[in-house]
């Protein structure tokens, strides 16, 4: 190969190189997209990039939710306090994944953490980096703050075997995380989850007396979006199971199972793949053919 040439190419790779880390390094240095909206009277919804969290301000503190990071936790106990004159006098883990929960350290020294018995043990055996719950629970719990509470609910085994659904019942408002989405697929291959039982928990939360349903991710939407989604997971559910029990293989099913009707859902064309997969690799974990 002629010198030149090697030396246009070698020039070519380095410069694309310089890109490549110089667009990282932006990314990595673009500030996080950070808000806190006003969802009904003194009960807040605080966003960190995709992320939420939500917190209801009283008299006598703050119960807060997900701390989502230390940064983020950081940002937002200086919110509260510049914003209501408060502190955080409560924070409730909606369950034990990482993403959520980091950062509980930052409020341990004015808040009394709470969390699902089951959260509390894998927070600690996996060493999560956030505050380790001072209280759990293993069904129900109220917590009454200032005039105000919020009830706490476990209901059953979902996207976790330990996360729970925050009523706020004054608010009429459920705080639900991961495993209810408002026109949006599921989290690509259903990491960490049970089926059908994820099922049975969204009924669950439509038992519940709610107007506004906060997710952990996207907009707000209302009961129906529960049910919608509900009825996303049963007709997947559905079609992988009579697929396996005819022999298919997830290849085949990812050619003929039918969620046309969701069409207009985020992620359809990019996570419904993975929806077959995870949900092959559940039913096929849970069935004993002949």
Do not use: C
């Amino acid at each position: 190969m002629p010198r030149t040439l090697t030396t246009w190419i070698a020039g070519a790779l380095t410069a694309a190189l310089a890109l490549a880390l110089a667009a990282e390094a932006g990314a990595q240095s673009k500030p996080p997209t950070r808000a806190i909206t006003q969802i009904r009277g003194d009960l807040y919804r605080f966003q960190n990039n995709f992320h939420f969290s939500v917190f209801l301000v009283t008299p006598e503190g703050v119960i807060a939710t997900d701390p989502i990071d230390a940064d983020a936790a950081t940002w937002l106990e200086n919110e509260i306090r510049a914003r209501f004159g408060q502190e955080i006098r409560y924070v409730v883990y909606s369950h034990d994944h990482r993403d959520h929960i980091a950062g509980g350290e930052v409020w341990e020294d004015t808040a009394v953490v709470v969390a699902h018995e089951n959260a509390k043990q894998v927070i600690v055996g996996e060493k999560r980096p956030t505050a380790v719950p001072d209280i759990t629970f293993t069904d129900r719990m109220t917590i009454e703050l200032g005039g105000k509470r919020v009830e706490l609910h476990y209901p059953g085994r979902s996207h976790s075997d330990n996360l729970i659904v925050m009523h706020f019942p004054e608010e009429r408002t459920v705080f639900t995380v991961d495993f209810v989405s408002v026109g949006r697929l599921p989290y690509q291959n259903f990491p960490d989850s049970y089926m059908p039982d994820w099922i049975d928990a969204i009924r669950f939360v439509e038992g519940l007396d709610f107007d506004i349903l906060a997710p952990g991710h996207g907009p707000l939407g209302k009961k129906s979006d529960a049910a919608e989604h509900r009825a996303y997971i049963e007709s997947l559910y559905r079609q992988v199971l009579s697929g396996a029990r005819a022999g298919k293989t997830v290849e085949e099913l990812k050619q003929t199972i039918d969620m046309a009707e969701f069409r207009g859902w985020g992620q359809y064309d990019a996570w419904l793949p993975l929806n077959i997969e995870g949900m092959y690799q559940r039913v096929q974990a849970n069935r004993r053919g002949n």
